[in-house]
C-alpha cells in the first residue's frame, strides 16, 4: 500500500538545490582541471629547466679529472678545485639553485660525494656517504632525469634533477636540487583563485537560483489561486502580467479556459432561466387543464346522478332550483352542441294528415 511521503520538497527547493548541485559540480570539475593542468605546466616546465640544467653542466665536467678525488684530504688538488669553482660558479648565477653537487657510485652500490658547492659548514667533503638514495638518482647515473614530484626537508621544498658526467661511464652524476618555494606559493594561489571562483560561482548561482524559484514559484502561486478562484464559482478570472517565456503561453491557455467557462456558465445560466420560465408555463397549463378537468369531472357527476326532470315539457331542474331546457342543460354540462330533427313517431303524431294526403 502506497503511503504519503513523509518529506516534501517545494519546487523553489528543488530549484535551488539543483542550481547549487550543479554549480558545484560543474565549477569543481573545471576548476579541478585548470588547477590540474596549470600544476602539471607549471611542473613541466620546471623539469624541463631543470633537466636542461643538469644535462648541460655535466657537459663541461670530465668525470676522468675526478678519479683521484676520494676523501678529504684530496679537496687541495687542482682537479678538485676546479670543478669545485665551476659548480659554486653556476650555482652563484642561478638563485634558484639551492645546491649543486657530484656523486660517485661505488662498487658496493654506496653513493658518495665527490664535490658539494655548499659554501657553509654543512658542506659535504669528498667520499662522504649519501643516504637518501632515491631511484631517480641512481637512474642519473645514465641519463638525465628529473624527480616526479616536489618533496620538503628542513632546508625546504626542492625539486631534484641528475645527468651522467662526461666519460663517467655510467659511475658519477652531477645533482641539482632547485628550491621549488616559487612553485608551491604558485600552487597555493592557484588553489585560493579557485576556491575564490567557486566561492563567487556558488554565490551568484545562489542569487540567480532564488530569483528564478521566487519568480517561478510566485506565477505558480498566482496561476494556483486563480483556479481556486474559479473552482469557487467566480467566473472569467484572469491572470494578468508578462514573463516572456513558456508561462506566457500558459496563461494565455487558462485564461482562454477561463473565457471559455465564463461563456458556457453563462449559457448554462440562461438555459436555466428559460427551463424554468418553461416549468412556470407548464404548471400554470397544468393548473388550467386540472381546474377543466375538476369542472368536466363536476359537470359527469352531476349527468351521472339523479336529474329532477318535468314529466310534461321535460325541463330540468339545476342546483340552483332553475328549470332549463334539455339542450340547454345538457350543453352546459357537457359541452355538447344540439341539432333539432323529428323522429318518426312525432312527424306521424304531428303531421299525419299531410302524409297521409302526400
Not at 36 to 54: E, F, G, P, T, Y
Not at 132 to 145: A, I, Y
Not at 188 to 206: D, M, N, P, Y
Request: charged fraction near 30%.
Amino acid at each position: 500500500m502506497s503511503g504519503k511521503p513523509s518529506i516534501r520538497f517545494r519546487y523553489s527547493t528543488k530549484l535551488f538545490l539543483s542550481h547549487i548541485v550543479a554549480v558545484f559540480l560543474v565549477s569543481g570539475s573545471v576548476g579541478t582541471f585548470f588547477y590540474v593542468r596549470a600544476m602539471d605546466n607549471l611542473m613541466r616546465s620546471l623539469q624541463s629547466r631543470l633537466q636542461n640544467s643538469a644535462a648541460l653542466l655535466s657537459q663541461t665536467v670530465d668525470a676522468q679529472d675526478l678519479q683521484g678525488i676520494h676523501s678529504e684530504e684530496d679537496v687541495q688538488l687542482e682537479a678538485y678545485q676546479n670543478v669545485l669553482e665551476k659548480v659554486r660558479r653556476v650555482r652563484r648565477t642561478n638563485p634558484d639553485i639551492a645546491f649543486l653537487y657530484v656523486m660517485r657510485r661505488g662498487d658496493d652500490g654506496t653513493v658518495r660525494f665527490v664535490v658539494d658547492s655548499d659554501e657553509t659548514e654543512g658542506q659535504a667533503m669528498p667520499g662522504k656517504v649519501y643516504e637518501d638514495v632515491v631511484p631517480e638518482m641512481l637512474e642519473g647515473f645514465h641519463q638525465p632525469v628529473v624527480d616526479e614530484e616536489l618533496y620538503e626537508d628542513e632546508w625546504g621544498v626542492f625539486l631534484s634533477g641528475y645527468a651522467p658526467l662526461r666519460n663517467g661511464e655510467g659511475r658519477y652524476l652531477v645533482g641539482i636540487d632547485m628550491r621549488a618555494d616559487e612553485v608551491r606559493n604558485n600552487l597555493r594561489e592557484l588553489r585560493l583563485t579557485g576556491l575564490a571562483s567557486l566561492f563567487a560561482s556558488v554565490l551568484l548561482a545562489l542569487l540567480f537560483a532564488l530569483y528564478l524559484s521566487r519568480g517561478m514559484t510566485r506565477r505558480i502561486g498566482m496561476l494556483s489561486a486563480r483556479c481556486h478562484d474559479l473552482a469557487m464559482g467566480q467566473p472569467d478570472v484572469r491572470v494578468e502580467g508578462k514573463t516572456y517565456d513558456e508561462f506566457d503561453d500558459l496563461t494565455e491557455s487558462f485564461n482562454a479556459m477561463s473565457s471559455a467557462l465564463g461563456r458556457t456558465r453563462g449559457d448554462l445560466e440562461r438555459a436555466i432561466a428559460e427551463l424554468k420560465a418553461t416549468q412556470q408555463g407548464l404548471e400554470e397549463r397544468v393548473e388550467e387543464r386540472t381546474k377543466q378537468l375538476q369542472e368536466t369531472v363536476e359537470k359527469m357527476d352531476v349527468l351521472r346522478g339523479l336529474l329532477p326532470i318535468c314529466c310534461s315539457c321535460k325541463k330540468i331542474r339545476d342546483d340552483q332550483g332553475y328549470w332549463k331546457q334539455v339542450e340547454q342543460f345538457v350543453g352546459e354540462h357537457t359541452g355538447a352542441r344540439f341539432t333539432h330533427g323529428i323522429c318518426p313517431e312525432c312527424q306521424l303524431k304531428l303531421y299525419g294528415d299531410i302524409m297521409e294526403k302526400d
